[in-house]
């Protein structure tokens, strides 16, 4: 079993009145109050759309994070 992931919220909450998503992780209330009963499937894709959220509010992406393999 998987365990649940970190909330992706980064301590800056305020909803954006025309979107209504949060300006620091870019959720919704309803994204927020339901992150801790999700399951770590359903966290993970949320995660994903939030990047994509992310993305189209600022143009700034993640970049992808090099790993030396052993």
Aim: net charge positive; proline share 4%.
């Amino acid at each position: 079993m998987t365990d649940k992931l970190a909330s992706p919220c980064i301590s800056i909450c305020q909803i954006n009145p025309t979107n209504g998503e949060c300006v620091g992780c870019y959720r919704t209330r309803s994204e927020i109050a339901r992150w801790s009963a999700m399951t770590p499937d359903e966290q993970k894709t949320l995660l994903s759309e939030l990047g994509q959220r992310r993305t189209a509010a600022t143009g700034i992406t993640r970049r992808q994070t090099r790993r030396r393999s052993a």
